[in-house]
């Protein structure tokens, strides 16, 4: 018997020795010391790589940036000869591993994402020459829906020529939120004819985060194609109509105002505050009368909207309504935002009406006062 097996034999027999629930608890004992430190060595191992990727990431940023700046820098004069070695220089850079090349294209990412003009115009070129964008489409291919996002993001960018809508179309309704976002916002970026196209298939919900996304493409986004929100506006997806309404005010698309008088029925209630807010951004004189006949079943919330829509599109048809409003409501709310809408509608006298105190309490006439101070009516 060798000296290892004798060890064994003697802590076998030493361990047998104890009672059951001592062996117990030296078992757990040992797993847990081993789990801590299996723990600790993965921990520690991920600390190195994350430090050694980090020194490496920063030395390549720090080449490639050279690189990028010194050839931006002379970008004026350069010729078709000079702007070709400049391009070469960057594809040696690329050359050398996936890393580099990664760093590459985030960099002139970052460049192209801060700089307009002519700076702009020649990172354009160098996308191109480069072929960077056919990077970004190998990214669709992968299992990852990390890489995936990551090409899509890069594609809104560098806007390759090519048509991607093969791998983009599917994940337009992906279920995962974060994959679906980047799709939507490539499709709006790169559809130069319909760019507003995903939202009639949309299945899935467009959430809030996803609207400011891609309203802030279509705000920054110059000469993109209106789109004709009618039909989007009876969708099926509700927040896809609510992205619409938003779409509608920016716009100021007077066609949709049928339609945003028909969402006054919407069983959802922010939508209805919603289609209220943009009919009365829009002036839509012809809203007023569903406005005043839905009023009493609405909600709070909708009746104050529905006041302030009143005194925004300032028809000088319904200063009967706001003054019964603010003389017959109870609710301070219903009350102020009256006031609001009534001193600075057409036609209104607010000293010939304030002189009638006996149908006007001392409160209501200090609202009104209030609301008629530009300074401090909010």
Known sequence: MSRVEDIAWNLYDWFQ????????????????????????????????????????ESTATAIITAELVGGLMSEEDQSDNEFDKFVNRI???????????????DQIIYY????????????????????LADSAVRKLKSKSWVRKAKGMREMQEMKPENSVGKWIDPLLNDPNDDLRIEAQATFLSLNSDDPFAFLSSA???????????????????PDLPIPDLRDLLQSKNDSVVSFCIKLAAYYQQLEVIPELISLLDHEDQNMRIDALDVLGKLNAEEAEPVMIRKFPLEDLKVQI???ESVGEIKS????EFLKEQFLDSSDFALIKTAA???????????DGFLSEP???????ATIMNHCANNLIRK
């Open 17 to 56: 020795g104890y009672p059951v629930f001592i062996q117990i608890a030296l078992v757990m004992i040992v797993i847990s010391v081993a789990l801590f430190l299996l723990g600790n060595a993965s921990l520690a191992i991920d600390r190195m790589r994350a430090s050694y990727r980090k020194s490496r």
């Open 91 to 105: 594809k040696t850079l690329t050359a050398k591993s996936s890393f580099f090349k990664q760093v590459v294209i």
């Open 112 to 131: 192209h994402r801060n700089f307009t003009d002519s700076t702009e115009h020649v990172l354009d070129k160098l996308f191109s020459k480069l072929e």
């Open 203 to 221: 299945t899935e919900e467009l959430l809030p985060w996803h609207q400011i996304i891609l309203f802030e493409i279509v705000v920054n986004t």
């Open 305 to 307: 909207k529905a006041l």
């Open 316 to 319: 000088g048809r319904q200063l």
């Open 340 to 350: 609001c809408a009534i001193v600075t509608y057409p036609g209104f006298d607010k």
């Open 358 to 364: 006996a149908q006007i309490s001392a409160r209501r």
